[in-house]
């Protein structure tokens, strides 16, 4: 770390113990019965990663909200009720160092999660075997994150909708939860983002086609094709040789050789008939 950098992160540390008037103002406004918060900060952060912090952060205060506040409303107990999302919203923003949050994503869900939750309950009412109310609260807080960002955040990739759903549960939920999650906010999906899934569809057949024609194609290579030459070799070596004529091995007992005694005698006979002929020619 540079001197320049320390010196800039001592300023501001000093400044903040300085001034916690500025603090207190600010918890003050978002505590407001208005439910306006204050998305005038220029310095949170705006990355995936804070995203995904700013996902923790709505999951915890709805989780809050859905066993206080949201269960008093249902219950019919309106008196009891004194956590309002924005009063949660603002006690995790003084409590916690949210420095590496995305907090206008995180003021967003806390505000219109709740003023949606009717409309969200029934979406994902659709698509349980069960009644919502039967729903483990942290299922609920995740299913409720899941079914806002696919109505509402059409920028958001559903696949990415679904990862960080899951992330979600294996950070906060049950171990076999996300069966459930999965499954619900699945089909969701192909109700509120069908252009998007028939998108998908079209390109996940296009890239399953390019990759069964490249195989064909490296089959067709591998195999070695027959030329005239290897047709002539594989045709000698399946028919006699050329002269038709069967080999005949030396050890072959059927071959019949003339014995010596009969060869003697075949010389002795040309020698009387070449005497014979000699005698004729001088007379």
């Not at 679904?162 to 999906?189: P, S, W």
């Amino acid at each position: 770390m540079t001197d320049q950098l320390k010196r800039a992160i001592s300023a501001a540390k000093t400044a903040q113990d300085n001034d916690p008037q500025a603090e207190a103002t600010r918890i003050a406004s978002s505590s407001a019965g208005d439910q306006t918060f204050d998305m005038s900060e220029s310095s949170y952060k705006t990355s995936h990663t804070a995203i995904r912090k700013a996902r923790r952060f709505a999951m915890q205060g709805l989780y809050e909200w859905l066993v206080t506040d949201r269960r008093f409303d249902i219950d019919g107990k309106l008196g009891w009720k004194a956590n309002a999302p924005h009063d949660i919203a603002a006690r995790t923003r003084a409590t916690n160092a949210m420095h590496t949050v995305h907090i206008g994503y995180y003021h967003e869900m806390m505000r219109d999660i709740p003023e949606q939750i009717e409309t969200l309950d029934a979406l994902i009412s659709q698509h349980l075997d069960r009644d919502i109310n039967k729903l483990d609260t942290v299922e609920h807080a995740i299913l409720l994150i899941g079914a806002y960002e696919l109505q509402n955040r059409f920028e958001i990739p559903y696949k990415v909708i679904l990862d960080e759903a899951m992330k979600l549960n294996n950070h906060f939920g049950a171990t076999d939860a996300h069966k459930l999650i999965n499954a619900v906010l699945d089909r969701m999906a192909v109700e509120l983002r069908v252009i998007e899934i028939e998108a998908d569809t079209k390109a996940n057949l296009r890239t399953s086609q390019k990759a069964a024609a490249k195989q064909a194609e490296v089959q067709t290579v591998d195999t070695p094709e027959t030329t005239d030459v290897d047709a002539a070799e594989t045709n000698s070596n399946n028919q006699p040789t050329a002269s038709n004529k069967p080999r005949i091995s030396a050890n072959n007992a059927s071959v019949k050789r003339n014995s010596a005694s009969k060869a003697s005698a075949n010389i002795s006979e040309f020698k009387a008939n070449k005497k014979d002929a000699d005698a004729k020619s001088q007379d």
